[in-house]
């Protein structure tokens, strides 16, 4: 019945852009993150929004690229990625917190619902 599910994926040349989207459902949930994997590489956290808020995060790798904003009406969450780089090549996975107060918004453990991720290769 909780779902998160991802879509706007796909293949994009270097210094393109690409908007991703996370549908959720089941229960509200306070936060939303973006995280990704690359093969053969830890999960790492890109982004995070709080629901109430809109307050956002983001990691250092990313910082002045990319976007990521909330539509609470829809209960989805976006994340736009400009002049995308060879290296954002990654499964990105969206997740979700329902806990109601303060916890590290880039610790993996942080999330209970996680989507099944959507594939962004960026070509050189």
């Known amino acids: 019945q909780v779902q998160l599910v991802e879509s706007g994926g796909g293949l994009v040349q270097a210094g393109g852009s690409l908007r991703l989207s996370c549908a959720a459902s089941?229960?509200?949930?306070?936060?939303y993150a973006w995280f990704r994997q690359a093969p053969e590489k830890e999960r790492e956290f890109v982004t995070a929004i709080t629901r109430s808020d809109g307050i956002t995060y983001y990691s250092d790798s990313v910082k002045g690229r990319f976007t990521t904003s909330r539509d609470n009406a829809k209960n989805t969450v976006y994340l736009q990625m400009n002049s995308l780089k060879p290296e954002d090549t990654a499964v990105y996975y969206c997740?979700?917190?329902?806990?109601?107060?303060?916890?590290?918004?880039?610790?993996?453990?942080?999330?209970?619902?996680w989507g099944q991720g959507t594939q962004v290769t960026v070509s050189s």
């Open positions: 089941g229960r509200t949930f306070t936060t």
């Open positions: 997740a979700a917190s329902a806990y109601d107060g303060r916890f590290y918004v880039e610790a993996q453990g942080g999330y209970a619902y």
